[in-house]
């Protein structure tokens, strides 16, 4: 379950990328090599006046996720205040959105070893300002379309999207209990339990609910924030299965016997 500048990682001599955190890197490049004595005096003063712009990293990228959450709910209550509460379709949004954002907070609260695991890199002004706009505002989109989608909701829609909220909260949730107590006592590889099929379980979580929050919106364009939640999470996927092919001799043969993000089919 579900975007700030982390702190740079030196991949390379004079190559900088920070993590967004969500799949999305930031590449900086500094001049190239200057040939001359007076031009090294002036490329060494650019760069220490570089150095001295440089935004600091304030926060850390959870703090910034966080504050996100918070704005979406806010938003939500909003939109509830100035349009009005008109029928099922609303309330239902309501509930599911702003249940999902608090559970995302009082989560860390309940398992604090969690929070101490979760996104540690820290994120300047910049990071914790697009935090805010993709996961505060866009992410609150399908609400907009829900509370300006004046035909009642149908008992087949209503059904479907509690339907994916539950399964999604529940395989989201229990993917990163089991995870994070073996993380807590040292353990390695986690492919049992509800990892055991799906190597991504917890994104497939995350995935169904974000489906079920379009569904009760009614609108075709609710149906961009799960889109964008699942390129994002594909590009994760490619950096982590790399990642743990690395760090776990195993984990090669985890991947003959499980799936990426879809039991049986990807």
Partial sequence: MAAGLAAPELLAPGLLAPDLGYGLTLVIKPPGPIGCRQQGRAGMAGSAQ???QATPALWRQLTAINAAKLLTIVLLLVLAAVIGVQGMRQAIYLSLHISYCLWWLLEQWLFPERRRQLFSERVGVAGFAGALLFIGVLYSLPGLLAFLNPVPISNAS?????GLFSFGS???ASADVQKTTAKAMGGGLVSDG?????RHVNYLGDLLRYLSFAVVAGNGWAYLVPGLVLLIYLQRIGTKEEQMAAKYPEFKDYQQRSARLLPGIW
């Fill in 50 to 52: 570089g150095e001295g």
């Fill in 158 to 162: 209503v059904a479907l999207a509690l």
């Fill in 170 to 172: 529940l395989i989201n």
């Fill in 194 to 198: 509800i990892w055991r099929r799906v």
